[in-house]
């Protein structure tokens, strides 16, 4: 029989119905609290379980512990071959360009060619050799029109040999410089100057190692100007050492100038041979105290002039400190050096000097010859290294001292003739050098280079100011484009006035501060090809840089690179 729906309905209702009749309770009594009066709280006095303390040195117990090691061997039935520490070698061949060839031409027939060769890489011995020629022609037009050339030759060789415990080297230099200017020829005869100098050198030094204490650079060359017109022989000797932890430092130098001593030559018949001998001296230890780095020492100067004998001894003191690891460095002190004024070293500097008989064409007054003198500097400097950020860095220099014997150049006049003498005065210096750089971002970088000098007296053809500023624009190290900007400030230059007494009068006059703009472009087509451009000069200025003797207008030349 099936149920229907709502028969199903009165059945689940009477069965719930039934159930709520055994329905089970739980029977809670009453729970009876007395409250006490009158409680008295109270807290037991503590009891002292040690009346005297008791102390014990835990330093002098014995708290060693020995270890046991079982000595058992381990046998198996592999063989294997014992182990050998690793070698690393470097590569025998590097693939490096050996050989680089730069040629350029310009106006003003200007031509340029470099040729270097560099020996493979080899750890015991490597070589190379390099070439360069320089020259141009071009007129002048400020005050006259003046037929000027300039050449420059230079060879230059070096080897240098590895040893065990030391490095060999050897160097050979030859330079030719031809300058010509009508200026400093009244009655258009020769008028060139020409001067050549070659050197021989050879240096060896020690090799460093850990338990090394005591080590050394010695170097020996011989210098040759305008066919021993003028040599000059060099020995020093560096040696550093460490004596109870404490490093010392030596330099022994030894000069050597001989000038006018060639007997074949007729002019040096009529001159005035010199022979000096200069030795410097200079010992120095390091102490570090108070967090700064110091170095004490001192120079002597022993100097024989034509058998004239001075001695000078001076206090040399240098302070160091890290102010900011890695960021600001200051040092601070007292220096002392000198330098030595020579024919090669002045006529490096101003190619325009009397040559004195030195070029057999030009027909000079023979018995004269340039003074030659040595430069003594003491100076109190400040030097500040400061590191900006990752990208920018500053440097600050500053000293204030005596400089001794300061050489300059004047315009001389000898049997129609313009050219210069060297003279010499004292004179208290100040001077001053920034140099700032900076990378903006990935293409554009600044350069700034500034050098102040002041001098309690003038100080012909030399400027007070000089700076320069460059703008480098980086491609890729593809195109490399780099604007640069120089200044040259306003000179002092002593003149006759044109009056015939005797002695002659000479008058001062001022020489125009100078602004050279250049502009160049490198191309690296490839790693063994690129060209360059250079643009030279574009305010085309053509001011006297040195009295009577005009700057070389707006110049540019071509080249090309050639690595292989």
Same mark, same amino acid.
């Given at each position: 029989m099936i149920l229907s729906i709502d028969m199903k309905r009165y059945l689940i209702v009477w069965f719930l119905s039934f159930n709520c009749l055994f329905v089970f309770s739980q029977d809670l009594k009453i729970t009876e609290i007395n409250v006490v009066e009158g409680l008295?709280?109270?807290?037991?006095?503590?009891?002292?379980? +040690?009346?005297?303390?008791?102390?014990?040195?835990?330093?002098?117990?014995?708290?060693?512990?020995?270890?046991?090691?079982?000595?058992?061997?381990?046998?198996?039935?592999?063989?294997? =071959?014992?182990?050998?520490?690793?070698?690393?070698?470097?590569?025998?061949k590097y693939d490096v360009n050996s050989t680089n060839i730069k040629l350029a031409l310009g106006n003003y027939s200007y031509k340029y060619g470099d040729v270097s060769y560099n020996s493979k890489y080899k750890k015991s011995f490597s070589y190379g050799l390099r070439l360069t020629s320089t020259a141009n022609k071009y007129k002048t037009t400020i005050p006259a029109e003046y037929d000027v050339s300039n050449k420059d030759q230079s060879l230059s060789l070096f080897t240098r040999s590895v040893l065990s415990k030391s490095i060999i080297g050897s160097s050979f230099n030859y330079d030719n410089i031809v300058a010509q200017h009508?200026?400093? $020829?009244a009655n258009g005869s020769d008028n060139k100057n020409t001067f050549t100098y070659s050197q021989l050198a050879c240096f060896i030094s020690s090799r460093s190692s850990e338990n090394q204490r005591t080590s050394h650079k010695t170097t020996f060359s011989f210098s040759d100007f305008n066919s021993q017109t003028e040599n000059h022989i060099v020995l020093s000797s560096d040696?550093?050492?460490?004596?109870?932890?404490?490093?010392?430092?030596?330099?022994?130098?030894?000069?050597?100038?001989?000038?006018?001593?060639?007997?074949?030559d007729i002019h040096v018949l009529q001159r005035e041979k010199l022979d000096v001998k200069i030795i410097d001296i200079t010992p120095n230890f390091h102490v570090n105290?108070?967090?700064?780095?110091?170095?004490?020492?001192?120079?002597?100067?022993?100097?024989?002039?034509?058998?004239?004998?001075t001695a000078d001894i001076f206090p040399?003191?240098?302070? =160091?400190?890290e102010l900011v690891k890695n960021v600001l460095n200051i040092s601070f002190g007292i220096d002392r050096y000198d330098d030595r004024n020579t024919l090669a070293s002045l006529s490096r500097e101003n190619p325009y000097i009397h040559s004195?008989?030195?070029?057999?064409?030009? $027909?000079?007054?023979?018995?004269?010859?340039?003074?030659?003198?040595?430069?003594?500097?003491?100076?109190?400097?400040?030097?500040?290294?400061?590191?900006?950020?990752?990208?920018?860095?500053?440097?600050?220099?500053?000293?204030?001292?005596?400089?001794s014997k300061l050489h300059y150049f004047d315009l001389t006049h000898y049997m129609d003739y313009n050219r210069f003498s060297v003279d010499?005065?004292?004179?208290?210096?100040?001077?001053?050098?920034?140099? !700032?750089?900076?990378?903006?971002? +990935?293409?554009?970088?600044?350069?700034?280079?500034?050098? !102040?000098?002041?001098?309690?007296?003038?100080?012909?053809?030399?400027?007070?100011?000089?700076?320069?500023?460059?703008?480098?624009?980086?491609? =890729?190290?593809?195109?490399?484009?780099?604007?640069?900007?120089?200044?040259?400030?306003?000179?002092k230059a002593t003149q006759m006035t044109g009056l015939f007494i005797e002695p002659p009068e000479r008058e001062t006059i001022e020489l125009d501060e100078q602004f050279l703009l250049n502009f160049s472009v490198n191309y690296n087509?490839?790693?063994?090809?690129?060209? !360059?451009?250079?643009?030279?000069?574009?305010?085309?200025?053509?001011?006297?840089?040195?009295?009577? !003797?005009?700057?070389?207008?707006?110049?540019?030349?071509?080249?090309?690179?050639?690595?292989?």
């Open positions: 008295d709280m109270s807290v037991p006095d503590a009891v002292k379980l +040690n009346i005297k303390a008791s102390f014990q040195d835990t330093s002098k117990i014995d708290k060693t512990q020995k270890y046991f090691f079982i000595n058992k061997a381990f046998y198996s039935n592999f063989i294997t =071959r014992p182990l050998v520490a690793a070698k690393v070698k470097s590569k025998n009508d200026f400093s $020829n040696i550093s050492s460490t004596i109870n932890s404490t490093p010392y430092n030596l330099f022994v130098e030894f000069n050597n100038y001989l000038n006018y001593n060639n007997p074949n105290k108070f967090g700064f780095d110091i170095d004490f020492g001192f120079n002597l100067g022993i100097e024989n002039n034509n058998s004239e004998n040399l003191l240098n302070i =160091r400190k004195l008989g030195l070029n057999s064409s030009v $027909n000079e007054i023979i018995d004269s010859s340039h003074t030659l003198e040595t430069t003594d500097i003491y100076e109190l400097y400040f030097n500040l290294d400061n590191k900006l950020s990752d990208d920018e860095f500053l440097s600050f220099d500053i000293a204030y001292g005596k400089v010499y005065i004292d004179v208290w210096q100040l001077k001053i050098n920034s140099n !700032y750089n900076r990378k903006l971002n +990935n293409l554009l970088s600044l350069n700034l280079d500034v050098d !102040y000098f002041y001098w309690n007296k003038v100080v012909p053809h030399k400027a007070d100011l000089h700076a320069s500023l460059s703008f480098p624009v980086s491609v =890729r190290d593809k195109i490399e484009c780099t604007p640069s900007f120089e200044y040259i400030g306003k000179r087509y490839s790693k063994k090809f690129g060209f !360059y451009f250079n643009l030279n000069n574009i305010l085309n200025s053509q001011k006297e840089l040195w009295l009577g !003797y005009q700057q070389l207008g707006m110049n540019l030349n071509f080249g090309l690179n050639f690595l292989f």
